[in-house]
């Protein structure tokens, strides 16, 4: 009983703020503008949670269904089969916005991929405005939810989004990802920014002298690199090159102010959370002094 209010204080504060995050102010956007993608393997029960998480009813937004096979034939090659699984379980939810509004991009049930990491690759791939939300039932990596959003992303505008970009993004992400488990996704992220905005040089380096300024880079950051995460920066580069370097430079710059509010968020929602665990070793502080001064009764 000595916690339950703070506990509830807690729990209606988080549920707002995912609800704000997930379907404000999307759920009243123009149908044309949005899409839900769908994993083909979900029970309708679980697409209903789904369609529940996003704050929308099932009708009311154009849905498409992506399968597995689509799912590997976007992803194999740069991520683990045994990753992508032999289900489609991801789910995606898609808005367009106007240019210049920056990405907003949430993820619950995702344990791999977050939401900085589908911002940079996307941008990657040519999407830089948009509202996402990346659900599933329960906990999934989320790499195949990028496959979801291009499927979405197509549908909507009529366009195909270049293939050689889509393939970099692919590869981005996989590798941010398998950064992200050893640094966080904080620094390995902003170490692909950083190579990013020097393509026009790294596409002069030799090797060596590429694997030396990822090294520097890094050390920036105060992370030290192994060779292989060296090395896989390294054929990012050589990948990211195939690109043209004026647009990603200038598609990086866009989404940074959006990468600022993401760390941002993160830090008040962080600090909050603390905030509620000194209140409760306060309480219980309090309560135990109390039982000190009349003996453990």
Same mark, same amino acid.
């Given at each position: 009983?000595? +916690?339950?209010?703070? /506990?509830?204080?807690?729990?209606?504060?988080?549920?707002?703020?995912?609800?704000?995050?997930?379907?404000?102010?999307?759920?009243?956007?123009?149908?044309? $503008?949005?899409?839900?993608?769908? %994993?083909?393997?979900? *029970?309708?029960?679980?697409?209903?949670?789904?369609?529940?998480?996003?704050?929308?009813? /099932?009708?009311?937004?154009?849905?498409?269904?992506?399968?597995?096979?689509?799912?590997?034939?976007?992803?194999?090659?740069? @991520?683990?089969?045994?990753?992508?699984?032999?289900?489609?379980?991801?789910?995606? +939810?898609?808005?367009?916005? =106007?240019?210049?509004? =920056?990405?907003?991009?949430?993820?619950?049930?995702?344990?791999?991929?977050?939401?900085?990491?589908?911002?940079?690759?996307?941008?990657?791939? %040519?999407?830089?405005?948009?509202?996402?939300?990346?659900?599933?039932?329960?906990?999934?990596?989320?790499?195949?939810?990028?496959?979801?959003? +291009?499927?979405?992303?197509?549908? $909507?505008?009529?366009?195909?989004?270049?293939?050689?970009?889509?393939?970099?993004?692919?590869?981005?992400?996989?590798?941010?990802?398998?950064?992200?488990?050893?640094?966080?996704?904080?620094?390995?992220?902003?170490?692909?920014?950083?190579?990013?905005?020097?393509?026009?040089?790294?596409?002069?380096?030799?090797?060596?002298?590429?694997?030396?300024?990822?090294?520097?880079?890094?050390?920036?950051?105060?992370?030290?690199?192994? #060779?292989?995460? @060296?090395?896989?920066? @390294?054929?990012?580069?050589?990948?990211?090159?195939?690109? &043209?370097? %004026? *647009?990603?430079?200038? /598609?990086? #710059?866009?989404?940074?102010? *959006?990468?600022?509010?993401?760390?941002?968020?993160?830090?008040?929602?962080? =600090?909050?959370?603390?905030?509620? /665990?000194?209140?409760?070793?306060?309480?219980?502080?309090?309560? &135990?002094?109390?039982?000190?001064?009349?003996? =453990?009764?």
């Amino acid at each position: 009983m000595k +916690y339950t209010l703070w /506990r509830r204080a807690a729990a209606a504060f988080l549920s707002l703020f995912l609800l704000c995050g997930l379907c404000s102010p999307g759920a009243f956007a123009d149908a044309e $503008m949005r899409r839900v993608v769908v %994993g083909a393997d979900l *029970t309708e029960e679980q697409i209903a949670s789904v369609y529940t998480e996003y704050g929308i009813r /099932r009708g009311d937004v154009p849905e498409l269904r992506l399968t597995n096979a689509e799912e590997h034939a976007a992803l194999d090659g740069y @991520v683990d089969a045994a990753i992508i699984g032999t289900r489609s379980m991801s789910c995606v +939810y898609l808005e367009l916005l =106007g240019q210049g509004s =920056g990405m907003n991009v949430t993820v619950k049930n995702i344990s791999w991929c977050t939401p900085e990491m589908y911002i940079n690759a996307l941008s990657t791939a %040519g999407i830089t405005d948009a509202r996402i939300a990346v659900v599933a039932p329960f906990a999934v990596s989320g790499t195949a939810a990028l496959a979801g959003i +291009y499927k979405a992303y197509e549908d $909507m505008t009529g366009q195909k989004l270049d293939a050689v970009a889509k393939d970099v993004s692919t590869q981005e992400l996989t590798i941010t990802g398998e950064l992200a488990n050893e640094i966080g996704s904080a620094d390995s992220t902003s170490i692909v920014n950083d190579l990013k905005l020097m393509l026009n040089e790294t596409v002069n380096m030799s090797d060596e002298e590429l694997r030396s300024t990822i090294r520097r880079i890094a050390g920036t950051y105060h992370v030290t690199l192994t #060779e292989t995460q @060296v090395q896989q920066l @390294v054929d990012l580069c050589r990948s990211l090159e195939k690109l &043209d370097a %004026g *647009t990603l430079t200038q /598609r990086v #710059e866009d989404i940074q102010s *959006t990468l600022e509010k993401v760390s941002e968020a993160k830090d008040q929602v962080v =600090g909050f959370f603390q905030t509620i /665990r000194n209140a409760f070793a306060a309480v219980k502080d309090f309560f &135990d002094r109390l039982s000190s001064l009349f003996g =453990g009764r």
